[in-house]
């Protein structure tokens, strides 16, 4: 599989998992009461580990996209 695809596929998986166990981070409601997406969010929500502890904790380490990712690779590159 191309790495390119192989990070691709891991980020979908990551947003779908993401918005299911903490919620909003994508998808939020706009001023009209509708969801919308909101791709601003998600990308900083992606970025926060690298400038914020706080997603560094052991319990939160299954919603760190830093960690996942780089779990990810190691794994595609050894396994």
Same mark, same amino acid.
């Given at each position: 599989? @191309? #790495?390119?695809? !192989?990070?691709?596929?891991?980020?979908?998986?990551?947003?779908?998992?993401?918005?299911?166990?903490? +919620? +909003?981070?994508?998808?939020?409601? @706009?001023?009209? +009461?509708?969801? &919308?997406? @909101? #791709? !601003? &969010?998600?990308? &900083?929500?992606?970025?926060?580990?690298?400038? @914020?502890?706080?997603?560094?904790?052991?319990?939160?380490?299954?919603?760190? !996209?830093?960690? %996942?990712? +780089?779990?990810?690779?190691?794994? !595609?590159?050894? %396994?």
């Amino acid at each position: 599989m @191309n #790495l390119l695809l !192989y990070i691709i596929f891991i980020t979908t998986i990551f947003t779908i998992y993401v918005e299911y166990s903490v +919620g +909003g981070i994508l998808f939020r409601p @706009n001023s009209l +009461g509708k969801l &919308s997406t @909101n #791709l !601003y &969010s998600w990308i &900083s929500y992606l970025l926060n580990p690298l400038y @914020n502890k706080f997603l560094w904790q052991p319990q939160l380490l299954d919603v760190n !996209y830093i960690f %996942v990712l +780089g779990c990810s690779l190691l794994l !595609y590159k050894y %396994v």
